[in-house]
């Protein structure tokens, strides 16, 4: 049976059932007062003759009042189901677009139906955030394939070819095309959360990226400064190495020819804890600043240097992190150029309220 025809039957059962329960009050509390014996007037026997009949015929009238009306009350009250199941079967077909927008006063079939929206819209955007990137992963991993392959391809016509130089430009273009595959391997892990959780200290982890990275900065001219104080997050070791790994290598090489800076710090409060990467170069315009963390945004304008030319997918991978460990990454431009890049991620002993 459907929901409508399972709600009207029980209308009905309900009104049924009170109408019984009246008329056999009505029986009880009227006829015992109605004398057996008397002659001359209708007796009790004669009331229940007359009324039997009458309250078969009321009830009969009440059953079929009660389906016809909770017919009708069953499906004025799930008309917004009806729309949602609309809306739902319409987002199986592939149709995303489509709102149940209900209206009306607020209650449980209005709150459901807005979360419902708010699923669709979420997902949605998701859909064409993964389409994009699947279109934009497509092209850059299509980018190496065909350079290996025209290389090869004038290799082979070429009788002079100097086959030294043609493996490593070769090892050059099967680097990046292993680069970028290990970069989408690792978005698809923080976009997942499939990992174990471990307590973790930023601080540390801030200090091995800087050492790490310092031959780049060096050869870049760069002076990279550390310090802050312990700040400890619930995560993954390795993803949270390479969030910190990923901001400050995008420090280094989207900085100034020469004379730059990068600034790490770490600061931790009551509830929270804060990664702040800092670093000096040309002047960001703010309406750019939201694009650097969509997949592939190399940030045409930043200056980067000629030994990492760049997957696009350094604060892509870094945001992607930071959300997957219930997180917040904030790009701020400078004013006197370059950009500060701030990760808020929870304390794992928030301190009691009050």
Do not use: C
Request: net charge negative; no cysteine.
């Amino acid at each position: 049976m459907s929901a409508r025809l399972k709600l009207t039957l029980s209308y009905a059962g309900i009104v049924v059932v009170s109408g019984v329960l009246l008329l056999a009050a009505v029986a009880v509390y009227l006829l015992r007062y109605v004398p057996d014996t008397v002659e001359f007037f209708p007796n009790r026997s004669d009331l229940t003759r007359a009324f039997v009949p009458a309250a078969v015929i009321v009830m009969i009238v009440l059953f079929v009042l009660g389906l016809a009306g909770g017919w009708i009350l069953a499906g004025r009250m799930l008309a917004p189901l009806d729309r949602i199941s609309r809306a739902a079967q319409l987002a199986a077909q592939g149709s995303l677009s489509h709102r149940v927008a209900l209206e009306g006063p607020r209650d449980e079939f209005r709150d459901l139906a807005d979360v419902f929206d708010s699923m669709l819209e979420q997902l949605e955007a998701h859909v064409a955030e993964q389409q994009r990137f699947a279109a934009n992963a497509s092209h850059e991993l299509r980018t190496p394939l065909a350079i290996s392959q025209a290389m090869l391809e004038v290799a082979r016509t070429d009788p002079d070819r100097d086959v030294d130089a043609l493996i490593a430009r070769l090892e050059v273009v099967n680097t990046r095309a292993i680069e970028l595959t290990e970069a989408l391997l690792m978005l698809s892990r923080a976009d997942r959360r499939s990992f174990t959780r471990d307590i973790v200290d930023l601080s540390l982890l801030a200090e091995e990226a800087v050492e790490a990275l310092l031959p780049v900065a060096d050869r870049r001219g760069i002076a990279v400064e550390v310090g802050g104080v312990a700040a400890p997050v619930l995560g993954s070791s390795t993803l949270l190495q390479q969030l910190v790994t990923n901001l400050v290598l995008n420090a280094i090489v989207h900085n100034r020819p020469t004379g730059g800076a990068v600034s790490v710090r770490t600061h931790a409060l009551p509830d929270a804890v804060a990664l702040v990467v800092e670093n000096t170069g040309a002047v960001i315009p703010a309406h750019r600043v939201v694009t650097f963390t969509e997949p592939f945004q190399r940030g045409a304008e930043r200056t980067r240097s000629e030994d990492h030319a760049g997957l696009g997918l350094g604060l892509a991978i870094a945001e992607r992190i930071t959300q997957a460990h219930g997180g917040t990454l904030v790009l701020t431009p400078r004013a006197e150029g370059g950009l500060i890049v701030t990760v808020w991620l929870p304390h794992p002993y928030p301190a009691p309220l009050g």
